[in-house]
């Protein structure tokens, strides 16, 4: 069993940072990509950003060049600063681990992010 744990949400005004965090524990060598979703009220859930073990990255084009994602692998943490805030980024924030052997993926609780105008 592995547990996703989210933190770094909060309110922020438009145009402001924030930095999330989902540490997995216990480590695990079979955890291969993490990555983030989120999920807005009456949205379906969208993938993010993900970063596999050797650290290549994919991001969802709505968050390009104002969201990174970085990965700890000895601590098995993942990252997410998000720069420049909109709106529309207001959302539960989810970490998913995807592991070599059941089960394949892991969910955190999710951390909620709010942007105001």
């Known amino acids: 069993q592995v547990q996703l744990v989210e933190s770094g949400g909060g309110l922020v005004q438009a145009g402001g940072s924030l930095r999330l965090s989902c540490a997995a524990t216990?480590?695990?060598?079979?955890?291969?990509?993490m990555g983030w979703y989120r999920q807005a009220p009456g949205k379906q859930r969208e993938l993010v950003a993900t970063?596999?073990?050797?650290?290549?990255?994919n991001y969802a084009d709505f968050v390009k060049g104002r969201f990174t994602i970085s990965r700890d692998n000895a601590k098995n943490t993942v990252y997410l600063q998000m720069n420049s805030l909109k709106p529309d980024d207001t959302a539960v924030y989810y970490c998913?681990?995807?592991?070599?052997?059941?089960?394949?993926?892991?969910w955190g609780q999710g951390t909620q992010v709010t942007v105001s105008s």
């Open positions: 970063i596999t073990s050797g650290g290549i990255r």
């Open positions: 216990p480590r695990s060598f079979s955890i291969n990509a």
């Open positions: 998913k681990a995807d592991r070599s052997r059941p089960p394949y993926e892991n």
